[in-house]
């Protein structure tokens, strides 16, 4: 089963999540109805904007915390190399 380390943004260059999970697409669905997380509640951190993903649980969560380091600028650099208009990719994910 693989894992994915994902990052939300409230809008283009908005509040940023990051966040890590065995079902990618339950979780982000979750997050949009207000699940899991307070901070993504509270922000309305919903667009899915970038994915990776691991067959290790250990090494998906260390992306996730190495991630959580970086600066915002940074991580808005990783978003834009490959999703330069930060496009809403949830709806890609059955697709």
Same mark, same amino acid.
């Given at each position: 089963?693989?894992?994915?380390?994902?990052?939300?943004?409230?809008?283009?260059?908005?509040?940023?999540?990051?966040?890590?999970?065995?079902?990618?697409?339950?979780?982000?669905?979750?997050?949009?109805?207000?699940?899991?997380?307070?901070?993504?509640?509270?922000?309305?951190?919903?667009?899915?904007?970038? #994915? *990776?993903?691991?067959?290790?649980?250990?090494?998906?969560?260390?992306?996730?915390?190495? #991630?959580?380091?970086?600066?915002?600028?940074?991580?808005?650099?990783?978003?834009?190399?490959?999703?330069? *208009?930060? *496009?809403?990719?949830?709806?890609?994910?059955?697709?």
């Amino acid at each position: 089963m693989p894992y994915t380390v994902y990052i939300l943004a409230s809008r283009k260059n908005g509040t940023l999540y990051v966040g890590v999970t065995n079902d990618i697409a339950r979780r982000v669905w979750e997050h949009r109805q207000g699940r899991g997380s307070r901070f993504v509640q509270k922000y309305r951190v919903t667009r899915l904007v970038h #994915l *990776e993903t691991f067959e290790e649980i250990e090494r998906a969560i260390q992306r996730e915390k190495t #991630l959580k380091e970086w600066s915002r600028a940074w991580k808005i650099q990783l978003i834009e190399r490959g999703n330069p *208009e930060w *496009e809403d990719l949830y709806d890609r994910l059955n697709g």
